[in-house]
């Protein structure tokens, strides 16, 4: 049976709006050292950050409102102590940044399980590459060429129903909409391929995006993955990372470098929200924290 068959149980009757998560994060604040830092109500870890002397040994946890110190043995019994997240992707195209992500999930890199694949494209590679590897795939949004999407409410329910932390968009060319962003506030990050804002927003995907770098004689460029709001690629910068244009280059050649550079990046990054590492600065940037060293942030 199709998975979008079987999954449109999960959405029985769209005008049923989707339960909100009932977790209240407990808030931790972080050593006066970064009293510049806050932590968001979606992002807070559940455990108090320390100073790094007492974090080699002890992690705070909140049980019941109450703050106590347990002991750590390693940095595998903290991540072991941070609940293993569930994460949907969105695709459109090959998929390889997907695949990268899924095969960093097995590999135990990330701190996650993908649980679920969303494309417009049904034919396209990255669903394809989920169907092989037992991911379920369901379709959003319905269009003429697929009559079987989701709508926005339905699709909201079922990525409640799969119990989805966070959505990761991996080459997804669709405006998601604001309904979905709501219902996953802070939780749905974006991998562009220019260092944004530069050579962003409608009509910038793929190789788009690389000829306008080449022509405009731009000598760095590189991916940025940022939190997604209502308009393209307008959201909050979380990282990038920069490689060089070289004067030869061609459009096809830029892309290979830079979706080289995404598939790293876009682990480290995905790693670092399910490790609760993400913490928002007062300005309303988000900063990820060092796992080698807590007290930096970049
Ligand atoms: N609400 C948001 N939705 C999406 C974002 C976002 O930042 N906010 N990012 C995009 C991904 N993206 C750039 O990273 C992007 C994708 C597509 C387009 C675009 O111009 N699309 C065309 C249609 C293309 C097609 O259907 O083949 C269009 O809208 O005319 C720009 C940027 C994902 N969604
Ligand atoms: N504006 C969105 C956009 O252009 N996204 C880009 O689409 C490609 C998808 O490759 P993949 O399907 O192999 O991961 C990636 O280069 C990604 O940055």
Redesign the pocket.
Known sequence: MEAQTMLSGFCPNPAIPSVQNAKKPFFAKPPSSHSSFVQSDNWVSHRAVLSISQRATKRMECTNNAVEAVDVASNEDLTSGIRLKKLAVFV?GGGSNFRSIHEASLRGSIHGDIVVLVT?KQGCGGALYAREKGIPVISFPKTKDEPDGLSTACLVATLRRFEVDFIL?AG??????VEL?RAYAKSIV???PSLLPAF??????GMKVHKAVIASGARFSGPTI?F????????RILAQSVVPVLPNDTAENLAARVLGEEHRLYVDVVAAICEERIIWRQDGVPLIRSKENPNEYS
Do not use: F, R
């Not at 962003?200 to 995907?205: A, L, P, Q, V």
């Not at 997604?228 to 959201?235: I, K």
């Open positions: 459109s417009n968009l997804y060319l669709k405006l998601i909409p962003i974006n991998i562009h962003g927003g409608k009509g910038y995907y940022h997604v709001d209502e308009h393209y690629d307008t959201g």
